[in-house]
C-alpha cells in the first residue's frame, strides 16, 4: 500500500510542491497546526502520526493529551515501543472528549509523520516523508514535506485512512470511521488559515536566522584558534538568534586553571548585579548538568505560581561534551514568562554546544603542541627556538622604548662530573633545579631558557649593567649555597652583556655574553664576568642608529607563527 504521502502527490501533483525541510522545522510546522485548534478551541477531528519514540518529555505527553482533551475526536498512530503507549487514556463516554491510539504498522522503508485537521471551520493538512533506504538519508538531511488548507486534498487524505484502517482490521474501525463522518472537511477559514501561515512564514525566517548564526559560529572556529573570540561569538550569535535576554557560555579550565565565562546581554551593558545573578545561574546549572550530562529546559509555563510570588524565567542549558567528557555548559534565559522552547531552539543550542567542545578541544590541543615547539621538555623553560624570537622582540621593543636591555649566559661548572658521578638522572636533577632557581629569582617579564646542554640564558628586558650584575651575582649566590638531594651544591659562571653599551645587534649581544662567561670559566669558574672591551657611553643617537640584525633562513622559519 502506498504511504499517504505518495497516495496524496499522485492524486493532486498540480496542488501539492514538495520541499525538503529539517526533522525539528517539521516538528514545529506540526506544533504549528496543533496550535490553531488548542488556541481557538475548535471542535475538529484530528488524526496524527509522530516519529517513534521509546522515551518523551513529559511536556511533550502533556501537550498531546491536551490535544485529546480539545479536540472533538484525537487519533494518534502508535507502535507498539513507542512512549505514546504510557499514556493514561480514558475509556469512552458520552460526551467525554478522549485520545484513542491506533495500532502503527512496521513500514521498513518508509517514515512517514503527519497531522490531519478536519472541521466545519478549518481543514488543514500536513504529511512528510522520508526513504530511509535512500542514499544519504537520515534525520539530518530531512525529509520530503508537503501542506495545504485544502478541503479536498483533506478529504482525500481521509478517504485514504479510512481505507488503510478498515484494510487492517484494527479495533477502532467503526470508531475512526464514524469520526471521519461526522468531521468531514466543509470549508476553510480565512482569517484561521491566514494566521498560521503567519506563524509558517516567521518559523522559516527564524529558521534561517539559525542557520545564518551557526554558520557565523562555524566560520569563527575555523578561520581562528583564537579561544576568547570564538566563545564571544558563539554567546553574541545564540543570544541574537534566539532573542534571549542573556546567553552565558561557561568552559572548564584544565588541570587547577579556572573557569572561562562569557556573556551576552540584549539591552547593552549589565550592572554588576546583573552580573552576579548570571554568574550565580551559570554555576548552578553547571553543577546540575556535570553530574548526568542532560540538558535542563524550564518553561515560562511550568512557572505559574498561584501565590503570586515572582516567576521564574525560562530558561534551557545543555552542557558541552567532548568524547564523554564534561566542559561545560551553555545557558540562555527569556524575561518572558510565556516562553515555551522550542525542539527547533533546543537543536540550535545541542549543535552550537557539540561545535564549540570540538573548537575547545582543538584549540588546547593546539596550544599544548606550540608549547611543546617552544618549550625544553626537561626543564620547562624556553628552548633556544623560542629564545631568539623572544630576544629579537625584546630588542626592538627596547630600540623604540630608548631603553636597555641585558642578556646573561650562564653554564653550570663541571656537568660532566656530576654525570660521571651520579649518573644522568642525576644531571637531570641538577638541571631542574637550576630551571626552578631562575623561575623563583626572575621578574615575570624576563625570559630564562635552555640554550643547550647544560648551559642557560637569561634576557631581563629595561635593565642596565648594573641590574643584571645584581641578579647574576644573586643566582650565583643561591646556587652555591643550596644542597641538591643525591649531589650536594653546583656552581655556576655567569657571563653579561647589555645593548646597547655592549652591542647594536642580536648576534652581538649574544657573542659578547658568551665571551663575558668564557672569562668567568677561564678564571676560575663560580663568578660573574662582563665583556672585556671597554663599555660604550649610552646615548640617544646610538638608538637611533641601532640595526636590526637580518635572520638568516633557519632563524627566520624559526621566528615564524607555529601552524
Request: hydrophobic letters at 40%; one cysteine or more.
Amino acid at each position: 500500500m502506498l504511504s499517504l504521502y505518495q497516495a496524496l502527490i499522485s492524486q493532486h501533483p498540480r496542488q501539492l510542491s514538495p520541499m525538503r525541510c529539517a526533522e525539528q522545522t517539521i516538528a514545529q510546522l506540526h506544533r504549528y497546526f496543533e496550535d490553531v485548534v488548542l488556541e481557538n478551541n475548535l471542535a475538529a477531528l484530528v488524526i496524527e502520526s509522530l516519529p517513534v519514540k521509546a522515551e518523551r518529555p513529559q511536556r511533550a505527553l502533556e501537550h498531546i493529551m491536551s490535544i485529546g482533551r480539545s479536540a472533538r475526536h484525537a487519533f494518534f498512530f502508535a507502535a507498539p515501543d513507542d512512549d505514546l503507549r504510557n499514556l493514561p487514556l480514558r475509556r469512552a463516554k458520552e460526551g467525554v472528549r478522549q485520545l484513542v491510539l491506533l495500532d502503527r504498522t512496521a513500514q521498513e522503508r518508509w517514515e512517514e509523520h503527519f497531522v490531519i485537521i478536519a472541521d466545519a471551520r478549518f481543514s488543514a493538512i500536513l504529511v512528510s516523508l522520508r526513504d530511509k533506504d535512500a542514499e544519504g538519508s537520515d534525520s539530518a538531511s530531512g525529509s520530503e514535506v508537503v501542506w495545504t488548507f485544502e478541503p479536498d486534498i483533506v478529504y482525500s487524505a481521509l478517504e485514504y485512512l479510512m481505507a488503510r484502517v478498515t484494510a487492517e482490521r484494527l479495533p477502532q474501525t467503526e470508531e475512526f470511521a464514524g469520526a471521519v463522518r461526522t468531521c468531514m472537511p466543509k470549508a476553510t477559514s480565512l482569517q484561521l488559515t491566514v494566521s498560521v501561515t503567519t506563524k509558517l512564514a516567521r518559523l522559516l525566517q527564524e529558521q534561517a536566522a539559525r542557520e545564518v548564526a551557526v554558520n557565523r559560529i562555524a566560520s569563527a572556529i575555523r578561520s581562528s584558534l583564537e579561544l576568547p573570540s570564538i566563545l564571544q561569538t558563539t554567546v553574541n550569535e545564540v543570544g541574537n538568534a534566539l532573542g534571549a535576554q542573556h546567553c552565558a557560555l561557561r568552559v572548564d579550565g584544565e588541570l587547577e586553571q579556572p573557569p572561562t565565562n562569557n556573556y551576552y546581554f540584549r539591552d547593552g551593558k549589565p550592572d554588576e548585579s546583573a552580573v552576579d545573578e548570571v554568574v550565580n545561574d551559570l554555576n548552578a546549572y553547571h553543577t546540575r548538568l556535570s553530574r548526568k550530562h542532560k540538558s535542563f529546559v524550564q518553561d515560562g509555563r511550568d512557572q505559574a505560581n498561584a501565590e503570586g510570588q515572582d516567576e521564574t524565567r525560562p530558561v534551557a542549558v545543555v552542557p558541552l561534551v567532548y568524547q564523554l567528557r564534561f566542559m561545560g555548559a551553555l545557558m540562555v534565559r527569556s524575561d518572558d514568562s510565556k516562553r515555551i522552547w522550542q525542539e527547533s531552539e533546543l537543536l540550535l543550542l545541542r549543535t552550537v554546544a557539540d561545535q564549540v567542545a570540538v573548537a575547545v578541544n582543538h584549540a588546547r590541543l593546539y596550544e599544548k603542541q606550540q608549547q611543546l615547539a617552544l618549550t625544553d621538555s626537561l626543564t620547562g623553560c624556553v628552548n633556544r627556538r623560542s629564545f631568539e624570537m623572544q630576544l629579537e622582540r625584546d630588542l626592538r621593543l627596547a630600540t623604540r622604548m630608548r631603553q636597555p636591555v641585558s642578556l646573561i649566559m650562564l653554564d653550570i661548572d663541571h656537568f660532566k662530573r656530576v654525570n660521571d658521578t651520579h649518573g644522568h638522572d642525576a644531571g637531570d636533577a641538577a638541571l631542574r633545579f637550576l630551571a626552578d632557581v631562575l623561575r623563583d629569582e626572575l621578574r615575570g617579564v624576563d625570559t630564562a631558557a635552555r640554550y643547550g646542554g647544560e648551559e642557560f640564558a637569561v634576557i631581563l628586558p629595561q635593565a642596565n649593567l648594573e641590574g643584571a650584575l645584581i641578579v647574576a651575582e644573586r643566582l650565583r649566590a643561591r646556587l652555591e649555597s643550596t644542597d641538591i638531594p643525591g649531589i650536594g651544591r653546583i656552581t655556576a659562571s655567569f657571563g653579561i652583556a647589555t645593548f646597547p653599551l655592549h652591542a647594536n645587534s642580536r648576534n652581538q649581544l649574544v657573542s659578547a655574553a658568551d665571551r663575558a662567561l668564557y672569562e668567568a670559566k677561564r678564571e676560575g669558574r663560580n663568578r660573574v664576568r662582563t665583556p672585556d672591551t671597554e663599555p660604550r657611553e649610552v646615548s640617544d643617537e646610538m638608538f637611533d642608529v641601532v640595526r636590526e640584525t637580518p635572520m638568516n633562513e633557519a632563524e627566520t622559519n624559526a621566528a615564524a607563527p607555529v601552524v
